[in-house]
């Protein structure tokens, strides 16, 4: 399978600890999207990379959420001290830097829940 | 306010009836994305639209975008149980790389 990877799926988790989730991007794209999705609405914009440089971070991450991309393959979302209001679907996307025509796809997501 | 707002926002129709939904902005798209979401899955690509007045035909869905490339429509004949959904618009704008989502709409197609 070919596809983005997201790990783990599901996270349960206490309040106040700490999480980090895994994408693993297409192989030959070069760009990397991550999104927060609740219900029953479209995914909101956290932050996205170009190789490894994180080129643009939303004003809903705040200073417990930090994402990285070290070698510009896989990336990890880390979410610190999570509250309840953190609970949601976190989706991973890759593309080819294609200019205004980016065919996004997208992994399977990680359910995140803060009991 | 959000950039891309869809309308409408739930739909539930009879197997076989047609059905548009609009995703809408008042900004310029240098392209724009339909896709589809399963309950607990990612979006999945449907079709990406680039040229103003585009239209595009995925068996029974046709996507268009707007003349302007401000806006695109999705249009879906005779549907079927199997088209049960989110359905979501994402746009990239011109002179930003970042592909931002519409609000969604929610279709169920009733047997």
């Known amino acids: 399978d070919t596809g983005v990877s997201q790990d783990p799926r599901h996270k349960i988790t206490k309040r106040g600890q700490n999480v980090t989730f895994r994408c693993d991007p297409i192989s030959e794209h070069n760009r990397l999207y991550w999104y927060r999705q609740t219900l029953g609405q479209g995914p909101e914009f956290l932050t996205y990379f170009q190789n490894e440089a994180q080129l643009e971070k939303s004003r809903l991450l705040s200073d417990r959420f930090s994402a990285e991309r070290p070698k510009g393959s896989f990336s990890t979302l880390e979410i610190q001290r999570t509250e309840q209001g953190d609970s949601a679907m976190y989706l991973c996307?890759?593309?080819?830097?294609?200019?205004?025509?980016?065919?996004?796809?997208f992994g399977q997501g990680t359910r995140l829940t803060v009991v | 306010t959000q950039l891309l707002e869809q309308s409408p926002q739930f739909l539930s129709i009879q197997e076989g009836e047609n059905l548009t939904v609009y995703c809408n902005s008042s900004s310029v798209f240098s392209s724009l994305q339909w896709y589809r979401q399963e309950p607990g899955e990612g979006p999945v690509l449907l079709v990406t639209?680039?040229?103003?007045?585009e239209v595009k035909k995925l068996k029974r869905l046709t996507f268009q975008f707007g003349d302007a490339r401000k806006d695109s429509s999705l249009h879906i004949t005779a549907a079927q149980p199997g088209d049960t959904g989110l359905y979501l618009c994402?746009?990239?704008?011109?002179?930003?790389?970042?592909?931002?989502f519409g609000t969604g709409t929610r279709l169920t197609i009733i047997p």
């Open positions: 996307a890759s593309s080819v830097n294609g200019g205004g025509n980016t065919e996004a796809f």
């Open positions: 639209v680039v040229t103003g007045g």
């Open positions: 994402a746009g990239v704008r011109i002179g930003n790389e970042k592909l931002t």
